[in-house]
């Protein structure tokens, strides 16, 4: 009943005109940069970030969950239509969606990736509101050393089990742990990694590397090739789905959203493993398991539905916990900590109207986007045919704007030249950006926790494993990082591995832009077999 | 000698085709196929896909004359590219395709067909769709 009215209260802010409007743009925004491959929510968000200090922090959430799930949306456009994804989100889509459309169906594929995106995402939000709550009710009683092990967990995951390199993931996890340790040390006042230059003393601005590392490196990394052979668009005209599309969509979408949501809300979840979960169910189930390479509609609906309960489950963690699970969660809790609001369990207790405004603008967000994306499906495809140099000069100019805006220091355009080209290199030698980002996000709150955990236990290391709740989580955390090798011993002594399906190898294919899973794809596909 | 055409998928890329296969045969002469694009957005309408390129190759073939089709991307403009290829193929004639463009259109865009005109070394041979 306390949920309910508090949601409730969340629509009547929510939909005041403001926040209405905001809500709009968010859409607008969000499925634009979903539609565009190398731009995706994460970057748009954090180009948005110095509009914080203009904004109220209710209208700023509301337009930046727009952006989220409005990412999610246009990548599967993207998808179905090019075969190219929009979104590291949508890349299982392609793989049917695009055999749909080159079969004369495009417009069936993308009313069902709409429609289940809306199905998923309103039965998402719906969970959010539900399971936040009990998160937190559960959070609260945790202290210090759990914290402390749960972010961990949270980085370790991210960096061990997403992307296709270890090795590569924790050089990065390691650059930005590095970038957050710059500046004055929080219980001492100590100086660190300032070089001795008095500007470093207050610590890199995360606007500043969010932009720098999202905008500016990929917008060099997007012209040291700027040219590349034209793709073509599949034309398609209104998306509509017959009777029998309904019938064999409707299944898909609802254990789409089975996989998402929990996946989403687990550290290093993602979008991008229960896709690829849902599409290997979805064709085991099918009635029509000839049609899966062909253009099978329900190995669209199921991932799409799936990537948008994911992006409601990331916002569990985020909101009840203050735990970021992937970039653009890791981009929104850094406006959090610009507005001055400590994220974390206290946060529905001490910003409760901002956080029910945000979940009911969720479902505000996911309507709009159906009614956005139904009809105008076409015109968003046109917005492929932007020449890319128009595109990355205007997200460089906002980048600097917004860098220089933030202290209207020059010293901070010097710092996000520097990290812009930390960002191209990391691109370029194929190390993830997510670690590093939560790394510098994540890294000064990590290690408050820790200096709170040691001084209670007056410098005993003793103290990191005082709650049971933290050496649990040490121990899951010890099964992710020994995982790899006891799966190469299990390898070793069962010689003949079953290859994994065409499927497998067609989502890597599809999947170079992103920085994405293979090997974890790859691994869940083979324990379901 | 040769032709060189400057071919876009539209009706008026059609008609400039057709004109320069009637010039190619009356002259004996080689027709060079420019369909190109800067390469620039994730697509581009103007660049023929590659079932297009093999129905004119197809067709080229059909009417017995010698030709070279050439798919530049390297980020110039389609006039370079035609006036490019002009001069490396020493071509006798230009054949484009002209479309309808209000002056605002050409202000902002340019008209691609107005530079090959004035550059052109050769005569330019210019038709409209039918």
Redesign the interface.
Known sequence: MDVWSSLMDGFATALTPMNFLYAVIGVILGTAVGV??GLGPAMTVALLLPVTYALEPTSAFIMFAGIYYGGMYGGSTTSIL?N?PGESSSVVTAIEGNKMAKAGRAAQALATAAIGSFVAGTIGTALLAVCAPIVVKFAVSLGAPSYFAIMVLALLAVTAVLGSSRLRGFASLGLGLAIGLVGMDSVTGQRRLTFGQPLLADGLDIVVVAVAIFAVGEALWVAAH????????IPVGQPWMGKSDWKRSWKPWLRGTAFGFPFGALPAGGAEIPTFLSYVTEKRLSKHPEEFGKGAIEGVAGPEAANNAAAAGTLTPMLALGLPTNATAAVMLAAFTSYGIQPGPQLFESQGPLVWALIASLFIGNLLLLIINLPLAPLW?KL??????YLYAGILFFATLGAYSVNLQAFDLVILLILGALGFMMRRFGLPVLPLILGVILGPRIEGQLRKTLQLSAGDPAGLFSEPIAVGIYVIIAVILLWPFAFRLIRRNTPVAPPAGGAAALAMDADDAVHSNHNAVYSNHKEQQ | MTVVVGYVPTPEGEAALTQAITEARKNNSTLVLINS?????????R?A?EGGIQDIERRLAGEGIQYLIKRP???HDAAAEVLDAAEEHKAELIVIGLRRRTPVGKLIMGSTSQRILLEADCPVLAVKAS
Do not use: I, M, N, Y
């Open positions: 565009l491959p090019l190219t700027l040219r590349r052979t034209p793709l073509h668009a495809a492929l045919q932007l020449p890319r140099p | 694009s800067k390469g620039e957005a994730a697509v581009d309408t660049f896909p991307v390297r980020g």
